[in-house]
């Protein structure tokens, strides 16, 4: 399998989905024991409407993916021209 990331304690994952409306592209497989904690697209929508610290920490922890990920295409393009 191909592995895109991995997952970091406290870490919300999955939530792309939520806004995107569509189901998830990826596959977590834990690596050691963890809990995980399953919270309701419902639920979820409104813990980001009602706590803005919460709302904040996903908003850039999306961001910082975003960038790593055009980081990432703009190496890719660069080694395809220079082939």
Known sequence: ALVVGDVVK???FGAMA???R???SATVIASEPCTVM???KEQF???MQSNTRIAH???EGMAKR???LNKEITQLR?????S
């Open 38 to 40: 399953a919270i309701p």
């Open 10 to 12: 406290d870490e919300i």
């Open 66 to 68: 975003i960038n790593l």
């Open 78 to 82: 660069q080694k395809a021209q220079d």
């Open 22 to 24: 569509e189901q998830r």
């Open 18 to 20: 939520v806004f995107t």
């Open 57 to 59: 920490s996903l908003i």
């Open 45 to 47: 929508l409104g813990l």
